[in-house]
């Protein structure tokens, strides 16, 4: 299972989301932890994972149309396990400080 934390701007992201965000989200993630766990070390195409230009070794994830979430890989917790790091979630406006 792979492992995860959260960065205080992730969370205050988080917090201003809308309940029905949250959980399309949740949806998002659910297929993100899949894939993770099938280390084939590809995302299926739904979830749109890209890196993000402006910031090397950030990640975008996008859903829902203007659904989207920042990460970045961190050292493996457990050996074997991917570990990640979200960053900011929102709209493309996150993008401007990823």
Known sequence: MPTYEAL?????DLHRLTPEQRRRFRQAVAAF?????????????GLRVKGVRSAPGVF???WDG?????????PAIH???????WRRIG???ILTGP
């Not at 205080?8 to 205050?12: L, N, Q, S, T």
């Not at 203007?66 to 961190?74: E, H, K, S, V």
């Not at 050996?79 to 790091?85: C, K, L, S, T, W």
């Open 79 to 85: 050996p074997g396990e991917q570990h990640v790091i």
């Open 33 to 45: 932890v899949d894939d993770l766990r099938t280390g084939r070390g590809r995302f299926r195409a």
């Open 66 to 74: 203007n659904g989207r979430a920042t990460w970045q890989y961190g």
């Open 8 to 12: 205080p701007r992730f969370a205050a």
């Open 91 to 93: 709209t493309h406006d």
């Open 60 to 62: 975008e994830l996008t």
